[in-house]
């Protein structure tokens, strides 16, 4: 062909061109149908997984009350011998936090004892601040109006308590009881702030803002061993005689 491309070799390439370009844009192209197809399927893999992600198992209760009711004699025995241990020797904390741990099996005196401290310094802190919101959370009813009355009474007044926590040197237990499916537990606070009560013009009128003072409370906290609530409450406070 002399080196050259005669007309009819042209004309096939072409065609063949032609083809390749039509046959890829057939094959490359979703049909409307092919589209909802695939974003159907999205959709349900989607819905699927998060379907999957909601999934939450809740422990059944009356399965959970069954695990607690029947634990071995050996997890029965531990357990109030360490109860019986805490109570030092005295008889009646020790049939009260007996009887205590024998309606809940979960019941764990000294992550009690952690948590009353916490309670403690909180709300010691909450009552000097104002703060209603964190003491409702933590007293019972009664005990929430006294306070609430008392931050009233100081606010009428323009008082304003400067006050610092300096920490919690003892905390006893003196007294546990049940009570028609209530546990109380009374504890004696030892603890040191340096608090002092200033008027509307800023001058001391109680306490001292330079002197650690040490400060004594008797607290009965409380909580209904039957709710699912596993939160303590201060349901009665005294002074100390």
């Known amino acids: 062909m002399d080196g050259k491309l005669d007309l009819l070799t042209i004309l096939s390439l072409v065609v063949a061109v032609i083809v390749i370009i039509k046959l890829r844009g057939v094959l490359g ?11 159907q399927k999205r959709l349900t893999e989607q819905a699927q997984r998060a379907a999957q992600e909601k999934v939450v198992t809740l422990p059944r209760r009356e399965r959970e009350a069954g695990e607690q009711q029947a634990p071995s004699a050996a997890t029965v025995a531990e357990a109030e011998a360490k109860l019986k241990t805490f109570a030092g020797g005295n008889p009646e904390i020790e049939r009260g936090l007996v009887a205590i741990g024998r309606t809940d099996r979960m019941f764990d005196i000294e992550h009690f004892m952690r948590g009353a ?4 310094e909180m709300i010691v802190t909450a009552f000097a601040e104002g703060n209603r919101k964190t003491l409702k959370e933590l007293l019972s009813r009664d005990v929430f109006d006294g306070f609430a009355t008392a931050i009233a009474e100081r606010e009428s007044r323009g008082d304003q308590v400067d006050q610092s926590f300096v920490g919690i040197s003892k905390a006893d237990l003196v007294e546990a009881e049940l009570k028609s499916g209530n546990a109380q537990l009374t504890v004696k606070f030892v603890s040191q702030l340096i608090s ?3 008027d509307r013009a800023g001058a001391v009128i109680s306490g001292d803002p330079q002197k650690i003072k040490d400060v004594t409370d008797i607290w009965t906290f409380a909580r209904d061993l039957a709710s699912r609530d596993p939160n303590w ?3 009665a406070t005294q002074a100390p005689g």
């Open 233 to 235: 409450r201060l349901v």
């Open 196 to 198: 002092a009560t200033r």
């Open 29 to 39: 192209r979703r049909t409307g149908n092919d589209e909802a197809r695939i974003d």
């Open 117 to 120: 401290k916490q309670a403690y």
